[in-house]
């Protein structure tokens, strides 16, 4: 049974940093991309940030791009999103997701992705 459960959130001043972890049971995540998104209230669920299997390749969301660094670790089943210079725009929920199959490429909408965590809570004062 694959499962996904974020860490890390918190709440910072802006322009402060915080990384968020997710952690993998269940699958190697090397094989399957992995991505980052998240919801505010009243808002859409968002692509924050996925990162390819196999080559490393990435793809971020233009309100984050500059600012947020995904990325795996090089030894265990968890994935990285480093986030730099963050806004009160930023607070939300983030929420770790996989999809279904292996090597599939990186999508940015939601249904794309059948695995997801439960969700950390991101806040961000100004």
Same mark, same amino acid.
């Given at each position: 049974? %694959?499962?996904? !459960?974020?860490?890390? @959130? $918190? #709440?910072?001043? +802006?322009g402060?940093?915080?990384? !968020?972890?997710c ?5 190697? %995540? ?11 209230? $009243?808002?859409?669920?968002e692509? *924050?940030?996925g990162?390819?299997?196999g080559?490393?390749?990435? !793809?971020?969301?233009?309100? *984050?791009? @500059?600012?947020?660094?995904? +990325? ?8 990285? #999103?480093?986030?730099?210079? !963050?806004? /009160? =725009? =930023? ?5 770790? +997701? &996989?999809?279904? &199959? &292996?090597? +599939? /490429?990186?999508?940015?909408?939601? =249904?794309?992705y059948?695995?997801? @965590?439960?969700?950390?809570? %991101?806040? *961000?004062? &100004?």
């Amino acid at each position: 049974q %694959v499962r996904l !459960l974020e860490s890390g @959130g $918190g #709440l910072v001043q +802006a322009g402060e940093s915080l990384r !968020l972890s997710c952690t993998v049971s269940g699958r190697t %995540v090397r094989f399957y991309v992995m991505a980052w998104f998240r919801q505010a209230p $009243g808002k859409e669920r968002e692509f *924050v940030a996925g990162i390819n299997a196999g080559d490393e390749t990435t !793809l971020y969301g233009r309100s *984050v791009k @500059g600012r947020f660094t995904i +990325a795996r670790h090089k030894t265990e089943n968890i994935v990285h #999103l480093q986030m730099n210079s !963050l806004e /009160p =725009d =930023d607070s939300a929920v983030y929420y770790c +997701a &996989s999809p279904e &199959s &292996s090597f +599939a /490429p990186i999508k940015v909408t939601p =249904d794309s992705y059948q695995h997801w @965590g439960q969700g950390t809570q %991101v806040t *961000v004062s &100004s």
